[in-house]
């Protein structure tokens, strides 16, 4: 696709579930990252992945969160046991070799846990 | 020590003037340095990168490194109240693997 794609657009839940976040990258780009935005904040990194691989995923809060990219282009993050501290904008970004070259970031999906 | 530091600002200007905007970052080995722009309720959009100790210009914006102090400045020239918006400092931390932000500086241009 011509950006990085996320679905969805807005996501609101119950405390306690379980919910999927969808990012598309930009075709040919290798290197994918999550990141986490909270209000007045800059982006948080979560997780890194080169390929089908997590090459570092030290930025997961805790084993509540997961994240996956089984053919190397699209990924999800997974969260189960969604809590009202998880509420925040979840961003994807994409780029074109291994980590170090220019990210670009899709639209963002604003996760609301009530 | 926060690995990527900015002033949070708002940074206000007037119309026409110069913007410097700030950042300062904790590893040593980073090699890769990156300006964003974040309006309000949008995803950051990269606006510079830069690689090499120096200066680096692109239309009205100059992105400047200094590795020995481990400093990172963005001027904005002619600034526009268009460029109003949160500017966010990304560092490549932990051998490449890490984008790092800043928390962001926010910029308000005043006509």
């Known amino acids: 696709g011509a950006g990085v794609s996320q679905t969805p657009s807005n996501k609101v839940t119950e405390k306690g579930k379980y919910v999927e976040l969808r990012c598309d990258p930009i075709?040919?780009?290798?290197?994918l990252y999550w990141y986490r935005q909270s209000l007045g904040q800059g982006p948080e990194f979560l997780i890194y992945?080169?390929?089908?691989?997590?090459?570092?995923d030290s930025g997961l809060p805790n084993d509540r969160f997961f994240a996956v990219r089984p053919e190397g282009s699209v990924s999800t993050l997974k969260i189960q046991r969604t809590e009202r501290g998880d509420s925040a904008v979840y961003l994807c970004?994409?780029?074109?070799?291994?980590?170090?070259?220019?990210?670009?970031f899709g639209q963002g999906t604003r996760l609301t846990v009530v | 020590q926060k690995e990527v530091e900015q002033n949070s600002g708002p940074l206000s200007v007037p119309e026409g003037a110069i913007a410097s905007l700030n950042c300062t970052y904790s590893?040593?080995?980073?090699?890769?340095f990156f300006w964003y722009r974040q309006y309000s309720g949008k995803s950051p959009e990269l606006i510079m990168s830069?690689?090499?100790?120096g200066d680096k210009e692109d239309g009205r914006f100059t992105a400047q490194l200094n590795k020995a102090s481990q400093y990172v400045s963005l001027l904005i020239r002619d600034s526009q109240p268009s460029d109003s918006a949160t500017y966010l400092c990304?560092?490549?931390?932990?051998?490449?693997?890490?984008?790092?932000f800043g928390a962001g500086t926010r910029l308000a241009v005043h006509p």
């Open positions: 830069i690689y090499s100790n």
């Open positions: 590893d040593r080995g980073s090699q890769s």
């Open positions: 970004a994409s780029s074109q070799e291994q980590g170090g070259t220019e990210a670009f």
């Open positions: 075709s040919g780009h290798t290197a």
């Open positions: 990304a560092v490549f931390s932990g051998g490449y693997n890490k984008l790092i």
């Open positions: 992945f080169q390929g089908t691989g997590a090459a570092d």
